[in-house]
């Protein structure tokens, strides 16, 4: 008789795959709580107490750690050695094993739960027996998903056991699991010593989708999220429209980005992951108005995300547009009858109150990755340090805080420039500093004048300053910290200007 020790702690199916199991001439193992629920269904079971010999004693910790199961996982049932210690030692094979783990990743996301808890949902017994069980996968079967069960079940009906590459398959799948359950305990642990860099790193992430291709189309893809998803791509809810690119979720993640720094009714308009319009207003519809009117051109094409509510009224306005995405953490029914009348455009919801868990960026380079802090950085009124003989004004300074707020999520070499709550030219990525502000300035053309500049780093030479003289500049905000700063300096003050120093620079590559 085939034996299988069931052991589970989400119970979804078990009943109706253990009837399938004894049908099929399986003698059942099984534990604590899995147990009480077999015997319940009135399924004939036997205690994991009856193999070994020995009582579950420490309050459970300790039931299946022992020669007599791991022994019946481990055999090699065609090594003569590895069956004469079966023999002698009074051991019976095990040939199934149906196990998940104590729910650690389901108690860390609970609210106000405590350390003691969270200790006493690592599972040892569990992945003990998975890993032993997925080790000898040539003989066992071994189900970590509840979604296997009827697949595992159909093939033992049809063939009478499962098939080599199903027992490899699942065994992969073990694996996979139990490395991704060690990943959140030692995240949890390293998180609570507050060590940031360890001599080494996991990382797990749950699957979101496939997708059908990556930047280009001759790129496989997927889009995976880490296990707990607050204010992020990650936790989005698609309301309508065709399935997400790879490139729609890059754009979608820096527009998020940037609408983070805002409490405000905020809009943000992004075209290749840089801003192409960022407008904050009194409401949404005021919001929506500056960043469209930012740039009318290069919005094209691009995504749409709000921190408020979409109306009725923006609705409107957004459904003469082509847009590849609109995300909103709520929207009118008005406003979304209408938006959904475009068959393509795709509409997500995302709790904008929602914490950003993750504080930590990973960059993969090749054969490795780099990993810092987000760019979390803010700088007060406070905190600015005025360098020239003219000092902002108030209105100035709520500006400048504006678009240094818009500029550190620019690519570098980058500048904004803006007023009034409203970015009026942006230049991104460029390879000199005067190239990123010739672009900004000659995009906000006659607006310029009475705007204000926003550098995400220093200006080694005067020239920028002389540019922006020429557009009417009347402040600008950069990090200072170049041995040249004077000549900046002498140039603002030649042309009235006020600078700002922050002392923190905002480089993005």
Known sequence: MKRALISVSDKTGIVELTKELVELGYEIISTGGTKKTLDEAGIKTLSISDITSFPEIMDGRVKTLHPNVHGALLCVRDNKNHLKALEDNKIDLIDMVVVNLYPFKETLAKKNVTHEELIENIDIGGPSMLRSAAKNYKSVTVIVDPKDYKAVVCELKEAGDTLLETRERLAAKVFRHTSSYDTLIAEYLTNKVEEKFPETITVTYEKVQDLRYGENPHQKAGFYKKSFAGYSMGNAKQLHGKELSYNNIQDANAALEILKEFKEPTVVAVKHMNPCGVGSGKNINEAWKKAYEADKTSIFGGIVVSNSCITKMVAEDLSKLFLEIIIAPSFEKEAL?????????????????????????????????????????????????????????????????????????????????????????????????????????????????????????????????????????????????????????????????????????????
Request: charged share 25%.
């Open 337 to 509: 009858d209408i938006i959904t009348q475009k068959k393509n455009i795709r509409v997500l919801q995302i709790d904008m109150e929602s914490e950003i868990l993750n504080k930590m960026k990973v960059t993969s380079v090749m054969d490795g990755a780099l990993i810092q802090e987000f760019d979390e950085m803010k700088v007060s009124k406070d905190e600015l340090i005025c360098v020239t003989e003219r000092k902002p004004t108030d209105e100035e300074i709520e500006a400048l805080i504006f678009t240094w707020n818009v500029v550190k999520h620019v690519k570098s070499n980058a500048i904004v420039v803006g007023k009034d709550n409203q970015t009026i030219g942006i230049g991104a990525g460029q390879m000199n500093r005067v190239g990123a502000a010739k672009i900004a300035l000659e995009q906000g053309h006659k607006k310029c004048e009475g705007a204000v500049l926003a550098s995400d780093a220093f200006f080694p030479m005067d020239d920028t300053v002389e540019l922006a003289a020429k557009f009417g500049i009347t402040a600008i905000i950069q990090p200072g910290g170049s041995i040249k700063d004077t000549l900046s300096i002498e140039a603002c003050n030649k042309h009235g200007i006020a600078m700002v120093f922050t002392g923190v620079r905002h480089f993005k590559h």
